[in-house]
């Protein structure tokens, strides 16, 4: 009964289909595939599209950066996520667990609070995020204990806490009228604001983060074990562990930096990932960033068009995320060491 | 080829388990540990296996201190064979044995071909084929501890080190793994391995090394430690001796 990867990754390529395009032609303004298609083919063999010059900017200039950025940070959070639940043994991790997202809201509300410029606050949000998962990782492994694991996982709960803290103190101290809704909007997670000078420094992190965690697929299936074991079978897992949390946090800190706090997408995706195509991760990394850009396609169409105005993502993830989460408890119960 | 502990303190960061302790396994020939818990079995397993450092004395492994040797040089001399577990992902048992390539290969590799046909010929070798494809978390405990054991061969290891073995296996399961580590000894490995069943040392191990309260207390052919008065001092303990009439084979029933 040896299960081939194909028929899993065709669901998960099926589902980014489907999510493009639902996100390209949904909205309010609709699109026909046909007219989707015709911009798409006249863009790529460099002829004239003939639909209206308004229909042409929505596909290309509105809908295609934030298309993109949909699937981009959706990839990059499920690609985190597969990494964090393999390296820490645990399917019920995901990306926040370190303090990665935490340290990236706290970069960003402060870089909001300075009246700073869009890519100030994406940079702050990123090095927030690199610094407080370099601050868990000191603090984890300076701790001398017999489960180096736990230690961290707990550690990151707590600086998590302490980070969180001090974005309620930005906003507490902040222009009520001017910051405060940017803070409040940008936490929730949003898209809304993508565009195409987002791609590239979205896209540059993520693929980097991404090559180093497939090119370490095999290892990474090996520290999945159990520490002891991972080193009797020839693994150093200290260094190893500290590439894949880094390459790990670099997908996570630039899909934060673009798109806010969106929670979740790295817990619900790879579990679903695993349930198509088995936890080797060599077929789990690509099908996790495949389904993680449909998933959030999706969702993200769903947060622009569901009501009247547009639903916070985080808020979508988390009303979808939670009773997943519950669920995959009260199933893990019986197999969970 | 030798691993030799010599005068090893053992224990952790804040607590020592065991002092004085010189222990030595060759190739070709199979060493039993026992003792009662808590009596630092496990922990000198794993000093001579390199994943705990002595905190005196020193573990040799050939003609080099075993800490000289990189994680990945160690894992293709000695091999580990854990408790069994369940684990946390249901890989495949070809991937789980597999994974014992992983010394073979470097940082950035995919098992090849070859290591491929190690694993299949490791599975066969253990009458285990059949069981490839399935994920190792929903096959037996004792058909875990076969894909253990084939996992460690997979790395082509001089050496052999395996925890409780037995523990958690069937009367008959028991018996294969017994069969299984003597024949390991005559294909030329070195095993060690710990259990609680003293008759376990008897029938497959060519010497027992008793350990108590972190000291040992005697180190020397299995048919001669292993006697009623030995196994007394070392579990502090009534027992009694059985002896087979017609083959002379010897055992031991507690309490």
Redesign the interface.
């Given at each position: 009964?040896?299960?081939s990867a194909l028929p899993g990754l065709a669901i998960a390529i099926g589902v980014l289909i489907a999510g493009l395009l639902l996100a390209f032609t949904i909205g309010r303004y609709p699109v026909s595939l046909a007219e989707l298609g015709n911009v798409l083919l006249a863009k790529i063999s460099g002829h004239r599209p003939d639909v209206s010059p308004a229909v042409e900017s929505v596909i290309l200039q509105v809908r295609g950066p934030r298309v993109l950025a949909a699937a981009l940070v959706g990839a990059a959070l499920a690609v985190a996520g597969t990494a964090f639940q393999?390296l820490f043994?645990?399917?019920l991790v995901s990306p926040d667990i370190l303090g990665a997202s935490s340290g990236a809201a706290l970069g960003a509300v402060v870089g909001i609070f300075l009246s700073l410029g869009v890519l100030a606050i994406q940079g702050l949000a990123f090095v927030g995020g690199l610094l407080a998962v370099g601050a868990v990782y000191v603090i984890g492994s300076a701790v001398?204990a017999?489960d180096p694991i736990l230690v961290l996982v707990l550690t990151g709960v707590v600086v998590g806490a302490l980070l969180g803290a001090g974005v309620g103190l930005v906003k507490y101290l902040a222009d009520p009228y001017n910051q405060l809704p940017a803070m409040t909007f940008w936490l929730l997670g949003s898209l809304a604001a993508a565009n195409a000078s987002d791609l590239l420094p979205l896209f540059g992190p993520v693929a980097i983060g991404s090559a180093v965690l497939v090119?370490?697929?095999?290892?990474m299936?090996?520290m999945?074990?159990?520490e002891?074991?991972a080193?009797?079978?020839?693994?150093?897992t200290g260094p190893l562990r500290v590439a894949i949390v880094a390459a790990a946090t670099l997908t996570t800190s630039a899909s934060v930096a673009t798109a806010g706090i969106i929670g979740w997408v790295g817990l619900v995706v790879p579990h679903l990932s695993?349930s198509l195509v088995?936890?080797?991760f060599?077929r789990l990394l690509p099908t996790a960033a495949i389904l993680g850009g449909g998933y959030l396609l999706l969702i993200d169409t769903l947060a622009r068009t569901a009501a009247e105005v547009e639903i916070p993502l985080g808020i979508l993830t988390a009303v979808i995320g939670t009773p997943f989460f519950i669920w995959l408890l009260a199933s893990m119960q019986r197999?969970?060491? | 080829m030798n691993i030799e502990g010599r005068d090893l303190t053992i224990g952790y960061p804040d607590q020592t388990v065991g002092r004085g302790l010189d222990v030595a396994l060759s190739t070709g020939e199979v060493l039993a540990l026992l003792g009662p818990n808590g009596g630092g079995k496990t922990t000198l397993l794993k000093t001579l296996l390199g994943l705990l450092k002595p905190k005196a004395g020193e573990v040799r492994l050939g003609d080099k201190p075993l800490d000289e040797y990189s994680v990945r040089e160690r894992a293709r001399v000695i091999a580990y064979v854990p408790q069994v577990h369940i684990g946390t992902f249901a890989f495949t048992v070809e991937t789980v044995v597999l994974m014992g390539r992983t010394a073979h290969g470097n940082l950035f590799s995919r098992p090849t071909t070859h290591d491929r046909a190690v694993a299949h010929s490791v599975l066969e070798r253990f009458g285990i084929s059949a069981l490839a494809n399935r994920p190792y978390t929903m096959i037996s405990g004792g058909e875990r501890q076969l894909v253990l054991l084939a996992r460690a061969l997979a790395q082509e290891p001089r050496f052999i080190v395996l925890d409780e073995p037995t523990a958690s296996l069937d009367f008959g399961n028991q018996g294969k793994v017994m069969n299984e580590i003597r024949a390991l000894a005559k294909s030329g490995h070195g095993v060690l391995f710990t259990t609680h069943d003293p008759n376990h040392a008897l029938r497959a191990a060519d010497r027992a090394y008793l350990l108590r309260d972190g000291v040992r207390i005697a180190d020397g052919p299995a048919a001669t430690v292993l006697n009623r008065e030995q196994l007394k001092a070392l579990y502090q303990a009534s027992i009694d001796q059985l002896i087979d009439r017609d083959s002379g084979a010897v055992a031991f029933l507690p309490g």
């Open positions: 009964m040896t299960r393999g043994r645990n399917p001398r017999r090119a370490l697929r095999w290892r299936n090996v999945s074990l159990p002891e074991e080193r009797s079978l020839g693994v150093a695993r088995g936890p080797d060599a197999t969970w060491s | -």
